[in-house]
């Protein structure tokens, strides 16, 4: 099996719960991410970041309520530990900085934290709150700090129930270029 068709059966077998707390599935989650990415003329290695950005909670198989049950399952760390068997720091560090880049852009964009998901705003504060304006500095110094905000860009507006968009099949040639392009 190869590692596309291993991440292709993980949706199959677990992306179909709830994205935490929203009223999309996982897989329909990382779906529209990814289509979002696409239509921004995102290239192949960031588009394939916004698809598996949330491989993590599909990997530690923990419940779709974590976040209420005031958890939080550090997906970001379990995706990215995955990918980098596999992927470069192109995909990889998006992942990784995801939930940091939440943090990030609560703590420099005024209103951001106001339009998040209530969902979002839950998991939020599990995963440290907004950061300080030292750590957003920290943050900045990370190589690949604007593809994870442009990813967590996406990953915020990727919540829309029914969306229709194409399916993982689409999305095999960018996700073998990355690949190759480790
Ligand atoms: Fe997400």
Redesign the pocket.
């Known amino acids: 099996m190869t590692v596309i068709d291993q991440l292709f059966a993980l949706f199959a077998e677990k992306g179909s719960g709830a994205y935490f707390g929203e009223d999309v599935t996982e897989t329909a989650?990382a779906l529209q991410?990814a289509r979002l990415a696409e239509e921004a003329g995102a290239d192949d290695a960031l588009v394939a970041a916004a698809l598996l950005?949330?491989v993590g909670h599909l990997l530690h198989g923990m419940s779709e309520n974590i976040a209420k049950e005031g958890l939080d399952g550090q997906h970001e760390d379990a995706g990215a530990e995955w990918l980098q068997k596999h992927f470069g720091p192109a995909i990889v560090d998006p992942v990784r900085l995801h939930v940091a880049a939440k943090r990030y852009l609560c703590a420099v964009e005024p209103g951001y934290h106001d339009d998040l998901s209530p969902a979002s705003q839950l998991s939020l504060r599990l995963q440290g709150g907004p950061f300080t304006p030292e750590e957003a500095k920290v943050f900045e110094a990370e190589p690949w700090y604007q593809s994870a905000v442009a990813v967590r860009r996406w990953?915020d507006e990727a919540k829309i129930p029914g969306l229709l968009v194409p399916d993982l099949e689409h999305y095999r040639p960018k996700l073998e270029a990355a690949l190759l392009a480790r």
Request: with cysteine; proline share 0%.
């Open positions: 989650h991410c950005h949330d990953d």
